[in-house]
Nanobody, 114 residues
C-alpha cells in the first residue's frame, strides 16, 4: 500500500519561491514516473509536472519555466521547486504516480498572497 507525505507548503508573496517535498513509502518508487498534482477549491486535481524514472521532466504549460520537478530515488523522495509564484498557484499540492496511482496523501497547501 503506497503512502505519500507531502511537505514544504506555506504562505508566500507573489514572485516568491517554495520547495515542496514528497516522501513515498510502500511503492517501488524508482521504477515509476512520478508526478505533482494540484487542486484548486471545488475543482479536480490536475497533473502539473511529471518526472520519468530516469529523470526526464515534463510540465503543463501554466508552470513550465517556473517550476522544476526532480527526484531522489535513493530516498524515495520527489521535489518541486516553484519559482515566480502567482496568486493563481494557490492550492493543495499532491504527489503520486504519473500513470499508476496509489492512495493519495494529505497534500501540502500553498498560499500565494500579499
Amino acid at each position: 500500500q503506497g503512502q505519500f507525505v507531502e511537505s514544504g507548503g506555506g504562505l508566500v508573496q507573489p514572485g516568491g519561491s517554495l520547495r515542496l517535498s514528497c516522501t513515498a513509502s510502500g511503492i517501488p518508487f524508482k521504477d515509476y514516473a512520478m508526478s505533482w498534482y494540484r487542486q484548486f477549491p471545488q475543482q479536480q486535481r490536475e497533473l502539473i509536472a511529471t518526472v520519468t524514472s530516469a529523470g526526464g521532466p515534463a510540465y503543463t504549460p501554466s508552470v513550465a519555466g517556473r517550476f522544476t520537478i526532480s527526484r531522489d530515488n535513493a530516498k524515495s523522495t520527489l521535489f518541486l521547486q516553484m519559482n515566480d509564484l502567482f496568486p493563481e498557484d494557490t492550492g493543495v499540492y499532491y504527489c503520486n504516480g504519473a500513470s499508476v496511482t496509489w492512495t493519495w496523501g494529505q497534500g501540502t497547501y500553498v498560499d500565494v498572497s500579499v
